[in-house]
């Protein structure tokens, strides 16, 4: 019998001790098993109420970690070096950490809700809506985009991402990395400009040495045949 069972049966003797008080005496046999069983009740309702307290207890406990692990992961959210998005499966942005604040040059109550396409060069547009297209199930090679000028130079970044299927919601989150990697591209620009100078300036001292060497051969040519230079 569970103790809503015994709760029940103990009212329904409390109800009949109380019709009978009203009429005839209680028989003593009677009162004492309805004790009994009232003492019986509260402790099996003592023991619910401790086991239900430590429930409760495990629960916030729980609920406690799993808050402090958020915090956790917030903060290392918030402070990573790269860019991080989280988006929807149409590119709307949820969240932003501060370095992608700074790579857009916005808030993040300015980036909040704004689809991410408008926020890069129209000439990455085709690809981007390629890659939403095809969505990987795993985090997909990196990509390069170059996000609208806001502040100086435009910022070229290399993007990863990472599709989160909710099965039970059937939506889908995306994930985004986003580094900047504009110094490099203007590195790697500087080093093959000055590498296409030094193949020109090779190139050119290179024909100025052929250009000697012939004139020194055709001078020894005229000397060996006596004629004057």
Do not use: C
Not at 96 to 103: G, K, P, Y
Not at 155 to 182: E, H, Q
Request: hydrophobic share 40%; no cysteine; glycine share 4%.
């Amino acid at each position: 019998m569970s103790i809503s069972d015994q709760i029940e049966a103990v009212y329904q003797r409390a109800l009949r001790l109380r019709e009978q008080a009203t009429t005839d005496p209680i028989e003593p046999e009677l009162l004492d098993l309805a004790l009994k069983d009232l003492y019986f009740v509260l402790e099996e309702l003592q023991a619910v109420d401790a086991e239900l307290h430590q429930q409760n207890q495990m629960l916030s406990d729980t609920r406690h970690q799993v808050d402090l692990e958020r915090q956790r992961y917030r903060t290392l959210f918030d402070l990573a070096p790269d860019g991080y998005l989280v988006t929807d499966e149409t590119g709307k942005i949820y969240h932003a950490n501060r370095a992608a604040e700074a790579l857009f040059a916005l808030p993040q109550a300015g980036l909040v809700g704004k689809p991410l396409v408008v926020l890069i060069e129209q000439g990455d547009w085709s690809e981007f809506q390629q890659r939403l297209a095809h969505p990987h199930p795993v985090a997909a090679e990196p990509w390069e985009v170059t996000l609208k000028s806001r502040q100086g130079e435009p910022v070229t970044v290399a993007i990863a991402t990472n599709f989160l299927k909710d099965s039970r919601l059937g939506a889908t989150t995306i994930l985004w990395s986003l580094r900047d990697i504009s110094q490099q591209r203007r590195t790697e620009q500087q080093l093959q400009a000055a590498q296409a100078d030094l193949q020109d300036l090779v190139a050119a001292r290179t024909a100025d040495l052929m250009q000697a060497n012939a004139q020194l051969l055709q001078d020894l040519s005229d000397l060996r045949q006596g004629r004057p230079q």
